[in-house]
Every structure is written in structure tokens, then in C-alpha cells.
T-cell receptor, first 113, second 110 residues
Framework: GENVEQHPSTLSVQEGDSAVIKCTYS??????FPWYKQELGKGPQLIID?????GEKKDQRIAVTLNKTAKHFSLHITETQPEDSAVYFC????????????FGTGTLLAVQP | NAGVTQTPKFQVLKTGQSMTLQCAQD?????MYWYRQDPGMGLRLIYY???????DKGEVPNGYNVSRLNKREFSLRLESAAPSQTSVYFC?????????FGPGTRLTVT
């Protein structure tokens, strides 16, 4: 069945360093790959997403890269700040009007000041 | 514009009791979803509704029922709660692409 592997499960970096989280998916038909940030006690919030027709997308300090051949996609956060500390989830989906998503198991990112 | 709201925020049930989790969105979205979140397992889809009047099973539907009351509201019912249903439940809505999540309901079944 469909599943998404996410690594690492925990990541600790110094403020100002970069952080990279990687996901691998299994369904070759998937064409929508979002990343969500979840702060303690809150619901997940979309931070960036990418569709299969592009290989990279950037939004200020955040970027996502996609390798459809290898079925990998990654989140890159540069110049990390303490407020980036949270749990990050990747997901895969079909990107249609009703977008059923399969989520990874999450990465707890801790940015040390 | 409140986005997605969920009630209650917390609930404790005894095994065998029933309850309904409420969800409402004010973004005029057609699609709504119910997820459960367990430690180390990410979010798993329980049920979803592509539009008013339709519902479909997700990955983990056993032990749950849903009702899409109207375009705004999508409720999740546990008919006979079990300890395995202890979890945090999130409702979400979308209109293609991004899903918007509610703040969650933390449910404990003893």
C-alpha cells in the first residue's frame, strides 16, 4: 500500500544552521507533495508544497526539492531560528479537488539558540 | 473568519460510551476530512467528504461513523469507544491543494 517514510525523526541544529528533512514515497501516481509545520497543541499548518511538474520551489528561507525518478522529496530550511522549532510532516497526494493525503511520521526539529 | 473549528477541545470517555466530535469551516470548502494523530505515526485519514452529501472511508475507518450535515459541518461519531481510540483528532477542509486544519480534540478512553 501507499506509505511515506520520513527521516530523521528528530533533528537538533544550532541557530543559523541549515536543516534538511527527507521523505520517500511509494505511489508513482502521486503528484502533490506538501510540507506541514505543527507547533505544540496546534493543528498542522502548510508551509510549502510542490507539484510533480517542477523540481524545486523556494519561499524565503524554505525550499522543497522533488526527485520523481527516485521518489524522494526534501525540505530545506536555511538560517534556522528558534521559532522554527516544531514538528514537520511531509505528505503525498494526488492534488485533485479532494486531496487525500498520506503523511510521514514527522520530524521534531529543535533549533538551539 | 475563524477557519476550521472543533469541539470539544478535550474529552474523557469510559470504554463503551459514545460521543460525537464536531467540526465546522467557514471557508466555503467542498472537501472535509477527519484524521487521527498518534505518537510516532503521523496523521492517518479516518473518513473524508468530497462534497455535501458524500462520505468515503480513509485508511482507518473501523469504529467510526461520519455525517456531512451541510457544506460547513462534518461530524465524527464513536458509537462504542475503545481504549485504542485514545488519540488526538483533527478535522481539515480544502478546495484543491492546501488542507486547513482545526486545533484538534484530545480524546482519552479509559
Amino acid at each position: 500500500g501507499e506509505n511515506v517514510e520520513q527521516h530523521p525523526s528528530t533533528l537538533s541544529v544550532q541557530e543559523g544552521d541549515s536543516a534538511v528533512i527527507k521523505c520517500t514515497y511509494s505511489d508513482s501516481a502521486s503528484n502533490y507533495f506538501p510540507w506541514y509545520k505543527q507547533e505544540l497543541g496546534k493543528g498542522p499548518q502548510l508551509i510549502i508544497d510542490i507539484r510533480s511538474n517542477v523540481g524545486e520551489k523556494k519561499d524565503q528561507r524554505i525550499a522543497v526539492t522533488l526527485n520523481k525518478t527516485a521518489k524522494h522529496f526534501s525540505l530545506h530550511i536555511t538560517e534556522t531560528q528558534p521559532e522554527d522549532s516544531a514538528v514537520y510532516f511531509c505528505a503525498e497526494g494526488y492534488g485533485g479537488a479532494t486531496n487525500k493525503l498520506i503523511f510521514g511520521t514527522g520530524t521534531l526539529l529543535a533549533v538551539q539558540p | 473568519n475563524a477557519g476550521v473549528t472543533q469541539t470539544p477541545k478535550f474529552q474523557v470517555l469510559k470504554t463503551g460510551q459514545s460521543m460525537t466530535l464536531q467540526c465546522a469551516q467557514d471557508m466555503n470548502h467542498n472537501s472535509m476530512y477527519w484524521y487521527r494523530q498518534d505518537p510516532g505515526m503521523g496523521l492517518r485519514l479516518i473518513y473524508y467528504s468530497a462534497s455535501e452529501g458524500t462520505t468515503d472511508k480513509g485508511e482507518v475507518p473501523n469504529g467510526y461513523n461520519v455525517s456531512r450535515l451541510n457544506k460547513r459541518e462534518f461530524s465524527l461519531r464513536l458509537e462504542s469507544a475503545a481504549p485504542s481510540q485514545t488519540s488526538v483528532y483533527f478535522c481539515a477542509s480544502s478546495e484543491g491543494g492546501e488542507q486547513y486544519f482545526g486545533p484538534g480534540t484530545r480524546l482519552t478512553v479509559t
